[in-house]
């Protein structure tokens, strides 16, 4: 595995690769897990070069002291990395990724994905989102780029980002499945931050949305969202949103009529850790 921390240096390597060789990226935010190691086994089959970046982006932060806990293991994640299928590693500073700073930065239109959902209740996040990733695209442009189905929104919105900068005949996204824990909990770097209590309890995030899988019926949501939102505040979580939209565009569905494929999603926080997860309900 090389390892890059100028984008000039990365941007020189692959371009002299590209011609010959599909690239494949995993963008990352590091404190590495399966998850993440998931997407670039996925990444490894497709592509004869396998990027992964390791980047905390502060612009994607709307609250400061989440940045400031947000799990570092640079150490470790470099040892995992050796363990598994990545040619190449990218761990670019704040002033390489933001040359001109974090206080004026491009403003994306996203239109109703920024209202609602994560777009709804972390103001900003995905600018943030878009600014780091536009860079990122910027300097690996790589043939497919890895996603997990985890951050479903974001997968949308990094679909958005492509088209609006002119990227989508040149990527293909791939949207990989989102691995758990034995009892359900979504992998996440923030897990680590779960004192053994709230470890347990962390299970009923996923319980709940398997819930709802599992006895939606046609008609009105409200009742099943009440029902599994109830679990969640029973096991202390204190929910940002417990919703149900359509997988396709994330259209809230407030009366559903059986047929559609839908998603239920969540944020929820157990003392001062966020947690989100979702499930695809395909009829
Ligand atoms: P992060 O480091 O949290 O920014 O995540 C980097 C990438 O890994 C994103 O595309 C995430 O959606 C993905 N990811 C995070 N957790 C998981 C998981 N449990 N399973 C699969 N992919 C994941």
């Known amino acids: 595995m090389i390892i890059f921390r100028k984008p000039e240096a990365l941007k020189d390597f692959l371009d002299k690769k590209r011609a010959k060789h599909q690239v494949g990226f995993v963008p990352t935010m590091g404190a590495l897990h399966a998850g993440h190691l998931s997407l670039l086994n996925e990444a ?36 995992m990395l050796h363990e598994v299928v990545c040619d190449v590693l990218f761990i670019p500073s704040i002033n390489d990724i933001y040359p001109g700073g974090t206080t ?18 972390r103001p900003g996040h995905f600018q943030g989102v878009c600014q780091v990733m536009h860079r990122l695209l910027d300097i690996v442009l790589p043939n497919n780029l890895y996603l997990g ?22 990527i293909k ?10 009892d359900g909990l979504a992998m996440s770097s923030r897990n ?4 053994p209590d709230d470890r347990i309890k ?14 939606i019926k046609p008609g009105r949501t409200a009742p099943i969202k009440n029902e599994a939102k109830e679990m ?24 559903w009529n059986g047929k559609q494929k839908i998603v239920a999603l969540t944020a929820a926080f157990i003392n001062n850790v966020r947690l989100i997860d979702n499930r695809v309900i395909n009829p």
């Open 44 to 79: 490894k089959k497709e592509n004869a070069i396998v990027v992964c970046s390791i980047f905390v982006n502060p612009t994607q932060f709307n609250d400061p002291e989440d940045f400031k806990k947000y799990p570092v293991t640079i150490e470790k994640d470099i040892a």
């Open 104 to 121: 004026v930065l491009k403003h994306y239109d996203l239109g109703f994905l920024e209202t609602i959902l994560e777009g709804k209740y």
């Open 149 to 170: 189905q985890k951050d479903y929104q974001q997968c949308m919105v990094i679909r958005k980002l492509i088209e609006l900068i002119g990227l989508d005949k040149k």
């Open 173 to 182: 996204v791939n949207v990989c499945p989102t691995l758990r824990e034995e």
């Open 192 to 195: 680590t931050r779960l004192s």
């Open 202 to 215: 962390a299970t009923t995030i996923s319980a709940a949305l398997l819930f709802i899988k599992k006895n």
């Open 232 to 255: 969640l505040l029973k096991n202390g979580f204190l929910p940002d949103y417990i919703e149900i939209a359509n997988a396709d565009t994330l259209e809230l569905i407030e009366d």
